[in-house]
């Protein structure tokens, strides 16, 4: 079983604040990182898998990135706004999608 | 391309019934993911199959539970006499070529045991 880490457990930003969290994952025999945003009610969406040490992504106001010799990611999102409210979820690729528990953000209008 | 579907939606068994949860896949997508998310907790692991193979089961109880992948139709996660604790969504993801590559998610069944 792989440990996959996420910091914090929960999060209430106001609007307009920019906020980050972060993943803790098994630096040895890295293959990919995967975030996913979760909202209530709904199913994981994808949003971003990245693979490169190095890697930034960006989607809209929210972008990752990534380190694979230190073993962490990164999740950015620039002026909160309440429809960010959500959970983040990373996952890393083993034998299985190992998920972290996620982070819960709250952004208050 | 219809995403990944699931159904039902919603399921009520009583104790001691059998519960079948269907999952099929997005087109195209051979690998499936089942996980259970319980009450107040994350989403766990629970099945890796690939068309007609259990690649990875460690996520699943031993007993009550078991899960398929037909060449045809959908993936199916059976649990067997079914008790309070099964109470939980569960929810499938589809990819195309295995776990380095995006998984898609379908809404989850909600299961509860009455």
């Given amino acids: ?109 | 391309n219809a995403g990944v579907m699931q159904n039902p939606r919603h399921l009520v068994r009583r104790r001691g019934q059998e519960a079948r949860l269907r999952c099929s896949p997005m087109k195209g997508h051979s690998h499936v993911y089942w996980y259970r998310q319980l009450p107040e907790e994350g989403l766990k692991f629970m099945v890796y199959l690939q068309k007609e193979n259990i690649i990875d089961e460690s996520g699943m109880p031993k007993e009550r539970f078991s899960a398929e992948f037909p060449k045809e139709g959908p993936s199916i996660l059976r649990i067997q006499q079914v008790v309070r604790g099964d109470s939980a969504a569960y929810f499938c993801a589809s990819s195309p070529t295995g776990l380095g590559t995006e998984a898609f998610f379908g809404q989850g069944t909600r299961l509860t045991v009455v």
């Fill in chain 1, 1 to 109: 079983i792989l440990n996959v880490e996420q910091s914090p457990q929960s999060l209430h930003v106001q609007e307009g604040d920019s906020t980050n969290f972060t993943c803790s994952f098994p630096s040895s025999n890295f293959y990919a990182l995967h975030w996913y945003r979760w909202e209530t009610a709904k199913s994981p969406e994808a949003l971003f898998v990245m693979t490169l040490n190095g890697d930034e992504k960006k989607k809209g106001r929210i972008s990752a990135t990534l380190n694979t010799k230190e073993g962490y990611s990164y999740l950015y999102i620039k002026g909160s706004q309440p429809e960010d409210s959500a959970t983040y979820l990373c996952a890393f690729p083993g034998n299985q999608f190992y998920f972290g528990t996620g982070t819960s953000l709250t952004v208050i209008p």
